[in-house]
Structure formats: structure tokens, C-alpha cells
């Protein structure tokens, strides 16, 4: 890690204007698009089988004391599929990112650093 | 029947207290060295932005495995079973939220704090001083809980028992030390090497704290020859509960015969916990500003990959050393230490190396797990001193009362005394507070983290109409909402575990965790809020999605 006593000058110049002019582009609204379509459900499917779960535990015991096998249970079972759907969404959206994100959003920057579509 | 007072002689914590300190003087190496090279208040707050994807990942996770998860869980899951189990998910889970919405954003639109962000596109002084005494709570909070939490740890790792005495200090004394050396240590950490040398002491203790999990759950499992079954059986079978330690509800939730009330509440008691621990997460400053460390948003959030990825395998970890315990060491010797429990993997790490190589394996293991119990403790109180110092020199000092005309190196040198000033007041209250139960605090944290915090995060990065007023009364009531609520719950008046006991009653709320009431009601405000001011601001809204998702214009790593 090197450092000089520049790392705190102001970014590179570029004005607010042109940074905000780039809202409108349709690359950016489609950027954005594609982003929220895996974001959100993801999220949202996420926390809901979270809540699930949560629930399950609070209110249906009996249903989570199902042995499968030997000692280990369905809660047992659920709440390491928590981890699963965790690890599995983590490198979903890694492949998400390099394949339909970290190219595009890098090119409308380098677009705003040099000054827009001029 | 074992426990840690009969295996610890005077040799043996003389082993502990060795270990430590050969960590102590690593660390504080590494400190010097971090702190060396910290000249600008990029370096200070942020480490210079120059710390890979990886790096920062470790650093995270030293962040946020603390010795409550470390110590507590393991507990949790020896004495109640799958309830301690429950709680290790919602931490884990939680990190989806900071992986698809915060990491990348934040960092591409903030500088150094969690203000940043939230007061980019609003009247700066209102905002920044809303976002910064959030930011104190929570961190406060958090600390005084890991504080008071190394007090009874040391007495507990040194074996020290009421009426005996350890190089002239009983068991009182010596909980004072532990709480004054972990403030003094911090305050080194975080004052001479800045978020650089923090960075790296945390990198560090995240290796000897996950390391030496993983080597005791490998040796835990080969008793078992590796079959998660058998140690299940043995588990449930030494817990006097049978099935039922397997199952929800030991801990959590718990059904009362007869009082279907009762049982209503310790439910939704659950849920509430349970939302503030999923939500929380992704609002606590401490961990939200270790993002700011990396060059760019990408790097940010591929740090967050690897942060998962520690983090889930060390709570796989506590899951098989939790019931671990259980089955080895028993509950009946894990109350006689410490009726929470958190005794429960140091006893169950020395029961592990009694059977590898007698006695004297038994005191190395134990001794080994002390020091990643410190790591765990020191690597967070860190974190949190770093991010209470940061806010009050870069939000309340530069942003609020020198109208962000301080320059880089008066925003330093207020830094570090913010740093021993944080420090001094931690290690007093901690000392006042060491005989209270202040687990809650944890969950107090996460509580304000994810009703104040989150939402007024997530609505200035995607809802264009959000603006000053609504950011304000979002932190406000969210902050507000769940500070009072815990305040008139039966954790602090009315029942026989409060804290003020059962002669004092006070209490009207009936859960012991706000999430369930303060996280919509921290939402709602910040809606209301919004909808009764007609400032807005379009452009600048325009102007930070567009560097949110792209890093137009976003702070640069230094050395360019």
C-alpha cells in the first residue's frame, strides 16, 4: 500500500452536472434496470424464507422436531439452508456482476471522467 | 466433571497471560507499523483505501465476530441447544442485505463516515449531527456490552474464583484490569495506527480467532469420527432435555403453561429479535465504515463475499463446538462456571486437549482459545472506538461546528483525542456497569442499527423524494423509539432477570427486543418526515445514484 499526501485532493474533476446528466441516459436507466431485476428479488426472497424460518421456529415446533435421521432434524436442516441460500446468493450475484453489471457500470464512469458522449 | 478452576494452577495462567501478551506485542507491532504511514485523514479514517477485496474481508470479519459470538453462542447452543443456533443465523443472513444494497453504494457515494452518505444530498448540519449520535448509540452500546462482557471474561479465562487471589488480585480486582487494559489497548490500536493499523489488527486476530475455531471443531469432530449425528445424540442425551435441545424453544419463544399471553409476547419477543438481528447488520457504523478501506465499490463488495464466507463457517464452527460442549463437558459444569454459558468453549477446548495429552494439553488448549477469545474481544472494541472517533471528528468537529472547513490534519489530531476520550468514558462506564447483565446491549445495537440506521440509508441511495426532514425524523424516531421501548420492557424494570431487579417495576412494553415496533416506526417517520417538508432535490438525487452505481467521481485510493 503506497501513500502520498495527495490522497486527500478533491477527486478527479468532473462537475456534479455531468455526473447527474448521466441519470437520464438510457444505458444508465437500463444499467439500473438490470441491477434492481436481480437485487431486489433476490433480496426480497432472501428475507422472506428468513421469516419463514424464524416463524417456524416460533410457532411450529413440532413440524421443526421431525427427525430425518439419526439425531438431525428439519429445524436442523432449515437453519443450515439459511446458510446455503446465503453462500449460494453470494456467488450468484458475484457471476451477476461480471457477467451483466462491473463491464457496463465501468464504461458509463469512464463516459462521465472523459466528459460524457462528446 | 471438569472444571476450568481445577486446571488452572498459577503455571497455567501464567501460560494464558503469556500467550496474550506475545499477541498483545504482535498487534501492537503491527499498530506501530500501520501507524506509520498514516499522514491524511484518508489514511486515518479509512486506511488509505488501498486494502484488497480479501484483506478488508478479514478485516470484517475481526469487525463482527465478537467474543459474544464466539463465546456467547457456543454458550447459548450448550445450554439451550438449537435456540443459540437460531441467533447465529440471523447474524449470517443479515449479510445479504449489506451485499446487495450497501456495500458498493456506500462506498462510492460516502468519504469516511456513515454521514457521508446519508447527508449527501440534504442540509448538512441537521443530518450530520442526527447520523453521528446514532452512530455513538449504537457504537456505544456495543461497546459497553463487549467491556463489561472482557471484565467477567478475564476472571473467568485467568479461572479466578470468589476468594482466591492471582498475583494479588481477587476476582474483583482483576475484572478492573481486564476492563482497563482492553481500553488502553483499544485506544493504542485506534490512536497510533489509525484505520491502518486497526485494519491489519484486525486481519490478524480474524486468522487466530477463525484459525483456532476451526482447529477446535476438527478436534471436536474426530471424538466423534466426524458423524454430526452421533454428536447430536450425545448432545441432547447429556442435556437432560432428550429431543427437545434439538428443537426451537429452550431459549427463545418459550411456551409458559397456562399463560397464553405470556407466550404470545416471548414469541413475538423471537420475531423481534429476530428482524433487528437480519436488518441491524447493514446499519452498524462500525462495520459500514470499514468499507470505505478499499479502492473502489467493486472491491467493496467482493470483500463482503469473503466476509460471508469467514463469517458462515465460523457460526458452522460454534454450531459443532456449542453442542460440543454439551456432550463433553456438560451442563451441570458449564453453570457452575458461568450461568450464561460463555465459559462453555473454553471448558469444552480444555476437556479436548486433557484427552489429546493429559493435563498439561489441557492447560495449551485452553490457554490457545483464551488468547482467540481476547483476539475476538479487542478486534471489535477497535472497530468500534474507530468509528465513534471518526464520526465525532469528521461529522459532529469538521461537518457540524467548522462547517467542513477543517483541514485533513486538524480532523486528525481531534481524531485521536476523540479516541482516548471514547476510551476513557467506555472503560468508566464499563467498570460502573460490570456487575449488570448487559447482554441486551448486543441486541439494543442491532435494534437502533436496523430502525434508525438502515432505513434512512436505504431511502437516500433509492427514494428520490427523501430529504432532510425525513432523514432526520427517521434517525430520530428510530433511535428514540428503540432506546425507549427497551427502557419500559422487563429487561430493565419488572421481572426477576431486569436489571433493576423485580422491586422496581416501570415496565409497559411487553417484549424485551423494539425490533418488532421500532424498525416500522424508525420507517414511518422517515416517511412522514419526508412527505411534511417540500424540500427536494433532484439533481443531486440524480447525481448520487449515478456515482452509487457507477463510482463517478468517488473518493480515490491514495498513491495515485
Known sequence: MTTNPEADSPPPEVSEAEIAAMHDDPRFIELKRTLFRFTVPVLLAALAWYLVYVLLSAYARDFMGIVLFGHINLGLILGLSQFVVTFWITIAYSRFTARKFDNQSAELREDIMNGGKR | ?560
Open chain 2, 1 to 560: 466433571m471438569n472444571t476450568l478452576a481445577q486446571g488452572m494452577s498459577d503455571g497455567n495462567r501464567i501460560l494464558t497471560i503469556a500467550l496474550f501478551m506475545v499477541m498483545v506485542l504482535i498487534t501492537i507491532g503491527i499498530t506501530i507499523q500501520g501507524g506509520r504511514k498514516t499522514r491524511t485523514a484518508t489514511d486515518f479514517h479509512s486506511g488509505g483505501r488501498g486494502f484488497s477485496a480479501m484483506q478488508n474481508g478479514f478485516a470484517v470479519a475481526g469487525d463482527y465476530v465478537s467474543a459474544a459470538s464466539f463465546l456467547g453462542i457456543a454458550g447459548t447452543i450448550a445450554l439451550y441447544g438449537y435456540d443459540g443456533f437460531l441467533y447465529s443465523i440471523g447474524f449470517l443472513v443479515a449479510w445479504v442485505v449489506a451485499l446487495l444494497l450497501v456495500a458498493e453504494s456506500l462506498r462510492n457515494s460516502g468519504r469516511f463516515t456513515v454521514a457521508d452518505a446519508l447527508s449527501y444530498r440534504m442540509k448538512q448540519r441537521p443530518v450530520r449531527t442526527a447520523a453521528s449520535i446514532a452512530t455513538l448509540s449504537i457504537s456505544i452500546f456495543y461497546l459497553l456490552a463487549q467491556m463489561v462482557g472482557t471484565g467477567a471474561l478475564v476472571t473467568l479465562l485467568l479461572g479466578i474464583k470468589e476468594g482466591e487471589t492471582f498475583l494479588g488480585m481477587d476476582a474483583g480486582a482483576a475484572k478492573v484490569v481486564g476492563i482497563l487494559v482492553t481500553g488502553l489497548l483499544m485506544v493504542s490500536y485506534v490512536a497510533l495506527g489509525g484505520m491502518k493499523g486497526t485494519t491489519w489488527v484486525q486481519i490478524f486476530q480474524a486468522c487466530v480467532k477463525i484459525g483456532l475455531a476451526f482447529v477446535l471443531t476438527i478436534l471436536v469432530l474426530a471424538e466423534y469420527n466426524f458423524n454430526l449425528s452421533a454428536l447430536l445424540g450425545d448432545a441432547a442425551a447429556a442435556s437432560g432435555q432428550g429431543a427437545s435441545f434439538l428443537e426451537p424453544g429452550l431459549r427463545y419463544g418459550t411456551e409458559v403453561a397456562g399463560d397464553s399471553l405470556q407466550t404470545l409476547w416471548n414469541k413475538l419477543d423471537l420475531i423481534s429479535l429476530g428482524l433487528a438481528l437480519v436488518l441491524g447488520t447493514a446499519g452498524l457504523p462500525h462495520v459500514l465504515i470499514r468499507f470505505y478501506t478499499t479502492p473502489d465499490g467493486k472491491t467493496a463488495r467482493k470483500s463482503v463475499n469473503w466476509a460471508i464466507g469467514l463469517i458462515g463457517v465460523f457460526y458452522l464452527f460454534t454450531l459443532v463446538l456449542g453442542f460440543g460442549a454439551a456432550a463433553m463437558v456438560g451442563k451441570e459444569a458449564i453453570v457452575a462456571e458461568n450461568p450464561a454459558g460463555n465459559s462453555a468453549a473454553p471448558q469444552l477446548s480444555q476437556v479436548i486437549g486433557e484427552n489429546i495429552a493429559g493435563s498439561t494439553g489441557g492447560a495449551i488448549m485452553l490457554a490457545l482459545i483464551a488468547s482467540a477469545a481476547f483476539a475476538a474481544i479487542l478486534s471489535v472494541v477497535a472497530g468500534l472506538i474507530i468509528a465513534c472517533s471518526s464520526s465525532l471528528a469528521h461529522d459532529l468537529y469538521n461537518g457540524v461546528f467548522k462547517h467542513g472547513k477543517a483541514t485533513g490534519h486538524q480532523e486528525v489530531v481531534f481524531a485521536k483525542f476523540a479516541a482516548i476520550g471514547v476510551g476513557a468514558v467506555a472503560v468508566v462506564l464499563a467498570i460502573f456497569a460490570q456487575d449488570l447483565n448487559v447482554a441486551f446491549l448486543v441486541a439494543l445495537a442491532f435494534a437502533v442499527a436496523a430502525s434508525a440506521n438502515l432505513p434512512t440509508l436505504l431511502f437516500s441511495l433509492f427514494w428520490k423524494r427523501f430529504n432532510t426532514a425525513g432523514a432526520v425524523a427517521g434517525i430520530y424516531g428510530g433511535l428514540i423509539s428503540s432506546i425507549a421501548l427497551v427502557v419500559f420492557s422487563p429487561t430493565v424494570s419488572g421481572a426477576p432477570t431486569s436489571l433493576l431487579g423485580e422491586g422496581v417495576d416501570f415496565a409497559w412494553f411487553p417484549l424485551s427486543n423494539p425490533g418488532l415496533v421500532s424498525i416500522p416506526f424508525g420507517l414511518i417517520c422517515a416517511v412522514v418526515g419526508t412527505l411534511m417538508s417540500s424540500e427536494s432535490n433532484p439533481q443531486r438525487f440524480a447525481s448520487m445514484q449515478v456515482r452509487a452505481l457507477t463510482g463517478a467521481g468517488a473518493e480515490r485510493a491514495g498513491g495515485h
